[in-house]
């Protein structure tokens, strides 16, 4: 089965704060993604990686960073966190195959800013 | 660009009654349509997809869906619910094919299907 694993269920962070969300996979896809998931807004992509190194900006990139150095790992940073990322963020990857078409999913970190 | 409407934010019914979610789609170009399911503090699960073909999808947990283009519509279904089917629900396009941005899912704002006793 397709694991894909963040790093923590739950964290609480201060306002400024630089917070790191690490997601790995075990199933050498090439395509990572990372939403947030707000109530009433359903999953907003904040950014994407479809190789190692590559990444696009997704529908809400401000205030986020990525970082993909290895195939199998990709990083969600706040650069300086602050309360109204309060949130649930979830990782993802994929396969580079049109008719694979799935995206599987960790099990979410629920992240607030104090 | 794509976009994806789900028409109620909260389904309530009882056990074993029919449930229906509506999800409805934008997009200039054809598309690839997902439900996703995620029980509470869980992350999202495939529940079923259409690519191409026969316009009526079965899934696991026995939900259905049926593309219809003309209505750019792809509503879930199931004949009859159970306690453990509560849950939210979340339908979801992207573009065919491959490529680069080809693979991002746009999510609609999610259902929640509660079932009660």
Not at chain 1, 17 to 32: A, I, R, T, Y
Not at chain 1, 39 to 59: A, C, N, T
Request: aromatic residues 12%; neutral net charge.
């Amino acid at each position: 089965d397709v694991k894909v694993t963040q790093s923590s269920r739950y964290l609480v962070k201060r306002t400024g704060e630089k917070v790191f969300l690490e997601c790995v996979q075990d199933m050498d896809h090439e395509n990572m993604f990372w939403y947030r998931q707000d109530p009433g807004l359903g999953l907003r992509l904040i950014y994407f990686s479809y190789d190692v190194k590559m990444k696009e900006k997704g529908d809400i990139p401000e205030g986020y960073s990525v970082s993909r150095e290895k195939k199998e790992r990709f990083s969600l940073i706040l650069e300086s966190a602050s309360t109204n990322q309060t949130s649930m963020y979830l990782c993802a990857s994929s396969l580079t195959d049109g008719l694979n078409t799935e995206a599987f999913f960790g099990q979410g970190t629920r992240l607030t800013v104090v | 660009a794509q976009s994806v409407t789900q028409l109620d934010s909260q389904v309530p019914v009882f056990e074993e009654a029919p449930v229906e979610l509506r999800c409805n789609y934008s997009s200039s170009v054809s598309v690839y349509l997902f439900w996703y399911v995620q029980y509470p503090n869980q992350g999202l699960q495939l529940l079923l997809k259409y690519l191409s073909g026969s316009t009526l999808v079965k899934g696991i947990n026995g939900f259905e869906a049926e593309f219809n283009k003309s209505q750019t519509s792809f509503h879930l279904r199931k004949p009859s619910v159970h306690i453990s089917d509560t849950a939210e629900y979340f339908c979801a396009v992207r573009p065919p094919g491959g490529g680069g941005s080809n693979y991002k899912l746009t999510f609609g704002k999610g259902t929640l299907l509660t079932v009660n006793p």
